[in-house]
């Protein structure tokens, strides 16, 4: 009795929450531009309303007696535990800072948009550094005691502390730095033009179709649209959206990219549907959320494997062959330092999110001001990926999540590439030859494993022990180091920093 | 101040209506197979919060002081006035009964969708008793004391009363009974092979989108989808979504429901800004609704002039010319007796929504018993348009208003035929040669004057008020049933029943 009265009470909220993504989810892929301000209202409206379900004493009350009344281990007795750690999170916060982060996250958004579009970080920083402070704020109130900082990445990852995680940056800049600055003095360039052509949108389209659909992304209970940003929401395990983007002249963009929300999107499809509309019933967290993205993106994606199978739809999708499988490989792995996040290769990728994090704790921990933000960008840009930004929007402007007052979520990437490889490499000791099973099509064992590994556990266990029962040990970065290492090594020759090799 | 109050809790109540439309654009358009279950789930949770904002103490109480403070005949007091209304509307029908009824046509849509693929009534008939007779009770409830199917038609259309539309319907069948008669016997047919011929999707689209544009749609504002039922929705006048669907083989479906459509979607586009999300900010009554969608496809689409501009948009989309426009007249101007309403050219289509609020009328008078309705169906048709259903597919189970407990809103297609043609014919006594407008793709001279005498008042006048302000004189029936019968008298050479020939 006490399980359903939270059930029930849970049910609504979820509703609501669904709701809320089927408006946002509209506004990047459908919504006239004039539709803006009634749709920001609209969201502010059922923000609201979720907020007042989620804070309501009714559910708190419901949620400590299925606690009280379930069994230790069972699965009601997680239910609760779920459902109290979102509850207590949201009644941590007082209904006035909820107001406050609203309004100037809202504020920030705008600012920083045409902060970013005029590359001048002045016109960003009295909201920005108004978001830092609320969020301090709000980090003590949900830390209860706690260490702040830790209290954000808590949210996007439950269990993530900071420092659990300065160790792993320290290995793995430890790592990728050197063999950066290896790799540009080796002087070998990699050639891309087997990636770059003329690929027109609906041939991309029709490419990225067959590559989600046969790693087992199921399109009659979810759709592909273009956004001018890439994500992937779910409104039910049967009603999952993925988004792509894509550029005429290189067919990665849209074919990794698809790839990836097709990751996450197979997540989401493999939830458990007896829990769906239950605390059970979602992911884990956004780092083992983003595994599964990488996973199918990174190191199914690029494989000599896929990429023999991806031979006939390309040739369907492109009516032209297409090259050779190890002219493309290097094309696929390049190690190239960029200044923007979203455009680097996977053995750069890490030092970006390593910056941000390395920033957002001096943020919090009061060592360095808001003003002084474009400046630590810059320097640290230069000292790990040896790059200066020119101007603020190819510097500390280019990611919107500060705006949004997410701090903590920079992470969870890097999270994400660890548990990719980690998981990825326990399928391989169980299943056997991956690389054939893929040239051969067959990617219904992987995605089965992850399904039994990861998927149909919702949020049962968290991030870290999915990834250690299944793997078998603890999260480390070794098999991903090692993967980079490999790829270094194949393509450039190098082998500085080679964990494993 | 009790003004302020009132608008304060009507946005938010505006905002879940509005979130609820987008869950259903989406659920017609956009949604896989799959999402089905949950998005049910998810609007019914939004129609349980919509009705409990609605019935809620605080805004009757709102609504009551807003009347009490403004001055009669201020738009402070129409707010008020709009506004409670529907609060008392609402009110009067009791939980226990809006549950039941939201069961009993959630019951009745899926077996009325079984039932219309299998062509058996018998399968639908337990839950439209059901329906039937808890909107009998919610009809009493909402009378208060007045006629119960008088409450229902002013749902739709608020004022319409059943004695007022009784002798409508009487002139309608009179005049147009016997002139399907003659039609028939005239032995003309009619070529409509001018209207057929291959027509690709993209390029029907590209003629819509030229034809929507070109009378003002603003697609800035709006945007045009594939659904398997055209309509046309809003989340603001900002954002107003038109649907539409096609036939290969016959280009008038598309580009008059587009038509259609765009003449819906001007209403809400042009509904007055300020007072968005407040209680007049909305469409007077759908009859005034579909007169708008009438006006724009039939007296102007099938219009000699029209068909004149249409010429070069023609040739664009479908790189080929346009048939000559008095051959392609009278494939656009037909009069003959078919059995599905939706399918039903001008000349017939009133006989169709004649049928069905003469069963309306009986079953809510206890004259007619659910389980009589098929064979009371067929009777009426052949009656009326001289044919009878074959099965109960193509007769009693055709539409969809029943299964979902809309009774009394088939008139507002009719009502919105007579406003159409009323409205038109003041405009046209205004504004001089429309025709010679059109011919020179000016419709905005049109559309100015459709803003100015409808839409830009939106609840603060009735319907019936709107259009004998804007023609001079109360509805009648006189100017659609001049259009008709010029119309026979044009393409069949009859004149039987010409009220103004």
Redesign the interface.
């Known amino acids: 009795m006490s399980q359903e009265r939270l059930l029930e009470l849970w049910?609504?909220l979820h509703?609501?929450r669904?709701?809320r993504a089927?408006?946002e989810w509209?506004q990047e892929t459908?919504?006239?531009?004039?539709?803006a301000?009634?749709?920001a209202?609209?969201l502010a409206?059922?923000a609201?309303?979720v907020h007042a379900r989620l804070v309501d004493d009714a559910l708190h009350e419901a949620a400590l007696r299925a606690r009280d009344a379930a069994e230790e281990g069972s699965v009601e007795h997680a239910q609760a535990l779920v459902a109290l750690r979102d509850v207590e999170r949201a009644r941590r916060v007082p209904a006035r800072l909820a107001r406050e982060l609203a309004e100037a996250t809202s504020a920030g958004l705008v600012s920083w948009q045409a902060a970013r579009k005029e590359s001048d970080f002045a016109r960003f920083a009295p909201d920005l550094e108004r978001i830092v402070r609320l969020k301090e704020e709000e980090a003590q109130a949900v830390a209860d005691g706690g260490r702040p900082y830790d209290a954000l990445l808590d949210e996007y990852e439950p269990g993530t502390r900071e420092a659990d995680l300065v160790p792993l940056f320290e290995r793995i800049r430890a790592e990728l730095s050197p063999r950066i600055r290896a790799v540009a003095e080796s002087g070998v360039v990699v050639d891309e033009s087997p990636a770059q052509g003329q690929f027109p949108e609906a041939h991309q389209r029709a490419l990225g179709l067959a590559a989600s659909r046969a790693i087992g992304f199921?399109?009659?209970?979810?759709?592909l649209d273009l956004a001018a940003h890439p994500f992937c929401t779910s409104?039910?395990p049967?009603?999952v959206r993925i988004t792509w983007r894509f550029q005429e002249d290189d067919f990665r963009p849209a074919l990794y990219g698809i790839l990836h929300e097709s990751g996450h999107g197979l997540y989401e499809q493999g939830l458990p549907l007896e829990w769906?509309?239950q605390p059970l019933g979602e992911a884990a967290g956004l780092g083992i959320h983003e595994s599964q993205s990488r996973l199918w993106e990174n190191a199914v994606g690029r494989s000599r494997g896929f990429l023999r199978w991806l031979a006939v739809p390309w040739r369907e999708a492109f009516g032209a062959p297409m090259p050779d499988v190890e002219e493309l490989w290097p094309a696929l792995h390049t190690c190239r330092p960029s200044l923007i996040r979203v455009e680097a290769d996977e053995s750069t990728y890490d030092l970006h999110v390593l910056v941000r994090f390395e920033l957002e704790r001096r943020l919090f921990s009061g060592e360095l001001a808001t003003a002084d933000l474009p400046a630590a960008w810059n320097g640290a840009y230069e000292e790990v990926l040896g790059l200066r930004p020119a101007n603020d929007a190819e510097g500390v402007l280019q990611d919107i999540h500060w705006a949004m007052g997410a701090f903590g979520y920079f992470p969870t990437y890097t999270l994400g590439n660890l548990m990719a490889a980690q998981l990825f490499a326990a399928a391989g000791a169980e299943l056997g030859d991956l690389e054939a099973a893929f040239a051969a099509g067959e990617f219904a064992p992987l995605r089965e494993w992850l399904r039994e590994k990861v998927h149909r556990h919702g949020r049962r266990w968290r991030s870290a022990e999915l990834v250690e029962r299944a793997s078998g040990r603890p999260l480390t970065p070794d098999d991903h180091l090692a993967r980079l290492a490999e790829q270094v090594e194949t393509v450039y020759g190098v082998t500085v920093g080679g964990a494993t090799g």
Chains 1, 2 share one sequence.
Do not use: K, Q, Y
Not at 30 to 35: A, E, F, L, N, Q
Not at 218 to 223: E, T, W
């Open positions: 049910r609504p509703d609501l669904m709701t089927v408006l509209d459908m919504m006239p531009p004039g539709g301000a009634a749709r209202r609209a409206t059922l609201g309303e199921d399109h009659d209970a979810g759709r409104f039910s049967r009603d769906e509309g």
